[in-house]
């Protein structure tokens, strides 16, 4: 079994910045993919970003690509998304999510058999 908490959403004027923060306990968390998802207001959720077992292979959707940055610490059990240049459509709450099935990257919901509770974040125009 793995636990996830997010934390690190809130409100943000657009433009700004915030560093998502998530934390696993568990089984050894430097041993699955991790990913990031997000879900807005009455959307489907969506694949926002995902790295490696060991940190080594990171993708991010084409719609947050140049902005946000996922990175993990294997030795504290964290991954982070750094989020930079927010705007308006960014407004959705994040999930964070562990593949335990493979160390790989994966963009696909369903291979991800872990959730966090999700953090709000609000970009204000």
């Known amino acids: 079994q793995v636990q996830l908490v997010e934390s690190g959403g809130g409100l943000v004027q657009a433009g700004g910045s915030l560093r998502l923060v998530c934390v696993a306990s568990?089984?050894?968390?430097?041993?699955?993919?991790m990913g990031w998802f997000r879900q807005a207001p009455g959307k489907e959720r969506e694949f926002v970003a995902a790295i490696s077992d060991k940190g080594g292979s990171t993708y991010v959707a084409d719609s947050v690509k140049g902005r946000f940055t996922i990175s993990r610490e294997t030795g504290n059990n964290t991954v982070y998304l750094q989020m930079n240049d927010l705007n308006a459509e960014d407004t959705a709450v994040y999930y964070c999510?562990?593949?335990?099935?493979?160390?790989?990257?994966?963009?696909?919901?369903?291979?991800?058999?872990?959730w966090g509770q999700g953090t709000q974040v609000t970009v204000s125009l």
């Open positions: 999510a562990a593949d335990t099935a493979t160390g790989w990257l994966t963009l696909l919901e369903d291979e991800y058999e872990y």
């Open positions: 568990g089984r050894t968390a430097g041993n699955y993919g």
